[in-house]
C-alpha cells in the first residue's frame, strides 16, 4: 500500500519564476493537507482540501500561493513568482476522514525547494 | 489557536539511556499524534493517541487528555532515534510543536 507521494522531491527556482509541487495521498484518502517547514522550525499548516474543495486555508499566504484538488490527479500547490523567503520544505498529508472526525494523518516525503 | 508547547527543546543522550519528551497544549483537543523527523527531513508517525497508553517496542506514549498533557517515553536508546520530535493535534490547521531535537550518542 503506497504512502503519500510528492514530487518533486527536490526543486530549484530563480527569484519570480514559478513553482508547482504535487501531492498524491494514500489510497483511499480523500483529504489533503499542505504544511510549510523553515529550516529549524517546526511545521505550519497551509491548506486543508477535500476533492474539488478547499476547506481550509486559513495559514496560506493570501497572494503567490494557490491549491488545488482536482477530481483526477494529484493535489497541487503552486507559488508564483517566487521569492528567497519561499525557500523551504513543503509537506503534504493526507487522512482517510477530516472534519469533524479528524483522524491520523499521514505524510509523504516532502519537497525541499529553493529559490536563487 | 490551540498552543502546542514541548518540553525540552534539545536532548543529548548516551546510548541505552531512557528518556520522557513532554508535550503541553493549551486547551482540550479530540486527537494527538506524535513524530519523528530523523535527519534526512522524513516524518514519520509514532503515535496517534487520543488518551490513554499505547507501546510500540521500545517507545510507548501516554496521554492525559484532562490536563491537556502528552508523554513520549523512549527506552535504551539508540543512535538511530537521533532526530526531532514532534507532537500535533490533528484537526483542520494541526498545530505542531516546535519539537525536541535528540542527540544519543554511541
Known amino acids: 500500500n503506497a504512502g503519500v507521494m510528492q514530487n518533486p522531491r527536490h526543486l530549484v527556482r530563480r527569484r519570480g519564476q514559478e513553482a508547482r509541487l504535487r501531492c498524491s495521498p494514500m489510497?483511499?484518502?480523500?483529504?489533503v493537507y499542505w504544511y510549510r517547514q523553515l529550516p529549524e522550525e517546526g511545521l505550519k499548516f497551509m491548506v486543508y482540501?477535500?476533492?474539488?474543495?478547499?476547506?481550509?486555508e486559513s495559514g496560506m499566504p493570501k497572494e503567490r500561493f494557490s491549491a488545488e484538488f482536482p477530481k483526477e490527479g494529484p493535489s497541487i500547490l503552486r507559488i508564483q513568482q517566487v521569492v528567497r523567503g519561499d525557500s523551504a520544505a513543503y509537506f503534504c498529508?493526507?487522512?482517510?476522514?477530516?472534519?469533524?472526525?479528524?483522524?491520523?494523518?499521514?505524510f509523504g516525503p516532502g519537497t525541499r525547494l529553493t529559490v536563487l | 489557536g490551540i498552543q502546542v508547547e514541548q518540553s525540552p527543546p534539545d536532548l543529548i543522550l548516551q546510548e541505552g539511556a531512557n528518556s520522557t519528551l513532554r508535550c503541553n497544549f493549551s486547551?482540550?483537543?479530540?486527537?494527538l499524534q506524535w513524530f519523528h523527523q530523523n535527519p534526512w527531513g522524513q516524518l514519520i508517525n509514532l503515535f496517534y493517541?487520543?488518551?490513554g497508553t499505547k507501546q510500540n517496542g521500545r517507545l510507548s506514549a501516554t496521554t492525559v487528555a484532562t490536563e491537556r498533557y502528552s508523554l513520549l517515553y523512549i527506552s535504551s536508546s539508540q543512535t538511530t532515534d537521533s532526530g526531532v520530535y514532534f507532537c500535533?493535534?490533528?484537526?483542520?490547521?494541526?498545530?505542531f510543536g516546535a519539537g525536541t531535537r535528540l542527540t544519543v550518542k554511541p
Open positions: 493517541i487520543p488518551s
Open positions: 500535533a493535534t490533528p484537526n483542520n490547521d494541526m498545530r
Open positions: 482540501l477535500q476533492k474539488e474543495n478547499i476547506i481550509d
Open positions: 489510497k483511499g484518502h480523500s483529504h
Open positions: 498529508a493526507s487522512s482517510t476522514f477530516g472534519a469533524p472526525s479528524y483522524n491520523e494523518q499521514f
Open positions: 486547551d482540550s483537543v479530540n486527537n
